[in-house]
């Protein structure tokens, strides 16, 4: 498995509370990316990095931001949660935009 | 905008049965095709992709740019091969990200 880690792996929160899942990588590769999976969706790009402090919007940008200061985090962040953004969150990274390696994965419920 | 089409939510076959998971895009351009597989409690992997032109645990793929289509097959299903497939696609010009079909559950039952 590729050296990437997500945390916290389950978390619980409120409506309205904020939220920061972390990525890290060992793997020194350029770009990062978070990825939402649901039911009846598949995966969706929320954004994704191409290099320290360079970030774009993916698919389902909306109430999400991401912070990268370094190489090997990337931090996803939800400033007030809602209930549409339960979900198990996937952070992925490559050196190409070719072949993804995927974390294992965050599930999040607001409740 | 690109788009990939998983029509089966669900495919469920006996075992020795052939598997065909069907995967269509609309890009007008000269894509890339991946196949992604993730098993039960493990990480989304990569299976294959078109450009490789392999077989990986008895699955193989071809890109019918006629037909938009890369489906996903193998002759004889086993039980391990359940899990849940999803097709993606990369746009073969600059930068891009891959985009996901909604994916395939496959389950082969003894």
């Known amino acids: 498995d590729a050296g990437i880690t997500q945390s916290p792996r389950h978390k619980v929160t409120e409506t309205g509370t904020p939220v920061t899942l972390r990525c890290h990588q060992t793997?020194?590769?350029?770009?990062m990316y978070w990825y939402r999976q649901d039911p009846g969706h598949g995966l969706r790009l929320i954004h994704y990095?191409?290099?320290?402090?360079?970030?774009d919007k993916g698919e389902v940008s909306d109430g999400y931001s991401v912070s990268r200061s370094k190489t090997e985090d990337f931090l996803l962040t939800l400033e007030s949660a809602t209930s549409s953004q339960t979900s198990v969150y996937f952070c992925?990274?490559?050196?190409?935009?070719?072949?993804?390696?995927f974390g294992e994965g965050s599930r999040l419920t607001v409740l | 905008a690109q788009r990939v089409t998983q029509p089966e939510k669900l495919l469920s076959v006996f075992k020795g049965a052939p598997v065909e998971l069907k995967c269509n895009y609309s890009?007008?351009?000269?894509?890339?095709l991946f196949w992604y597989v993730q098993y039960s409690r493990q990480r989304l992997q990569l299976l294959l992709r078109?450009?490789s032109r392999e077989s990986i645990k008895g699955f193989t793929a071809d890109l019918n740019k006629g037909e938009t289509s890369f489906h996903l097959k193998k002759p004889f299903a086993q039980e391990e091969d359940s899990a849940m497939y999803y097709c993606?696609?990369?746009?073969?010009?600059?930068?891009?990200?891959?985009?996901f079909g909604k994916g395939t559950m496959l389950l082969v039952s003894p």
């Open positions: 993606a696609l990369r746009m073969n010009s600059g930068y891009s990200t891959l985009t």
């Open positions: 992925a990274i490559s050196e190409t935009t070719g072949e993804l390696f």
């Open positions: 078109h450009i």
């Open positions: 990095s191409y290099g320290v402090k360079d970030t």
């Open positions: 793997e020194n590769h350029r770009y």
């Open positions: 890009y007008s351009g000269s894509p890339e």
